[in-house]
């Protein structure tokens, strides 16, 4: 059973920083993909940024200059660094996992990945 926890969620002032973790556990891991999505409320979920084993990146235009994702192959873990936060950000963080990272073209849709996490509030003011 694979399990996603994130953590570092929380409430920041626009322009302000937060960098979210995510940690998988339940199994070996190896040549797997992580990124991570956004639900605001009354809108749909939405890609923000993703990373594959071999460390290739993609984000999301709105996520492009401002979010930063790495990962730790040791660990298991992907973090979202997010800097010059906007109102506009606040939603519910999902991190997601991809068992397979081959043929991974950016995984920017939902259904590309196999687990998900519970998600983390992000809330920024104005």
């Known amino acids: 059973q694979v399990q996603l926890v994130e953590s570092g969620g929380g409430l920041v002032q626009a322009g302000g920083s937060l960098r979210l973790s995510c940690a998988a556990s339940g199994r070996t891991f190896s040549n797997y993909a992580m990124g991570w999505f956004r639900q605001a409320p009354g809108k749909e979920r939405e890609f923000v940024s993703s990373i594959n084993w071999d460390g290739s990146t993609y984000y999301a235009d709105s996520a492009k200059g401002r979010f930063a994702i790495s990962r730790d192959g040791a660990k298991n873990t992907a973090d979202l660094q997010m800097n010059s936060l906007k109102p506009e950000d606040t939603a519910i963080y999902y991190c997601?996992?991809?068992?397979?990272?081959?043929?991974?073209?950016?995984?920017?849709?939902?259904?590309?990945?196999?687990?998900w996490g519970q998600g983390t509030q992000v809330t920024v003011s104005s």
């Open positions: 997601a996992l991809r068992i397979n990272g081959y043929y991974f073209d950016g995984g920017a849709t939902a259904s590309q990945y196999d687990y």
